[in-house]
């Protein structure tokens, strides 16, 4: 909570993402997917929990840009006895993406998002939108969450599919993407 409100901005939110948003989430990944999954802005890790819960062959790497609560979400997932599978880096969404497209790294089925694009200056927003869909192979799956649709053309403008979701027994109400590339 400390964490959020130093850099509400940043973190877009001042509770955690709730069990019907998550759910709504990781539903289009297969229980049984063994590859690697990218999950941006994990925050404290509510999400990467659940994640690495319903996927136990998967390798999870996430990043979080806010160091405290980076740390916070790799003492979640210790408590939880999650380790080795999920990495956690404190680095920021567009950086990581950037340094995996100049090692040339093998391209992603699911990116999973909780960033708060509608917070970032509209260049920035795109730009991520633009890194995300070239970290995907085509069929991949870019699943963001966000509490206003402000970015679903922006969305829709880079992805072959968009399927546009409604959460509104979260806190707040959200809306979750399932865009396909
Ligand atoms: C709305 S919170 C979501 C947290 C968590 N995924 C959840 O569902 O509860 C967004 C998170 O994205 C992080 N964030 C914001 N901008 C980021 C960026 N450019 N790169 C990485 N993380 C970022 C924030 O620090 C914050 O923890």
């Not at 850099?7 to 509770?15: D, F, H, L, N």
């Not at 948003?21 to 539903?27: G, H, K, V």
């Not at 996430?62 to 408590?79: G, M, S, Y």
């Not at 399927?163 to 979260?170: A, E, G, I, K, S």
């Amino acid at each position: 909570m400390c964490a959020a409100l130093v850099k509400i901005r940043q973190t877009g939110a001042i509770v955690p993402s709730q069990r019907f948003l998550i759910t709504r989430m990781i539903a289009p990944v297969p229980e049984t997917y063994k590859g690697r999954i990218l999950e941006l802005g994990a925050g404290n890790g509510a999400l990467t929990l659940q994640l690495a819960a319903r996927c136990p062959e998967a390798q999870i790497l996430a990043c979080e840009i806010n160091p405290v609560l980076a740390r916070k979400t790799r003492d979640n997932l210790d408590r939880a006895g999650i380790n080795g599978r999920v990495k956690v880096i404190s680095d920021s969404a567009e950086h990581l993406l950037s340094e995996m497209r100049r090692r040339d790294l093998e391209k992603l089925e699911y990116v999973l998002s909780g960033i708060p694009l509608g917070n970032l200056p509209g260049e920035r927003t795109q730009a991520l939108i633009d890194a995300i869909s070239q970290a995907l192979r085509p069929g991949g799956m870019y699943i963001q969450f966000q509490y206003s649709l402000i970015d679903r053309k922006r969305i829709r403008s880079r992805f072959r599919l968009l399927r546009t979701v409604p959460v509104l027994l979260n806190f707040p109400p959200a809306v979750v993407y399932h865009a396909q590339r």
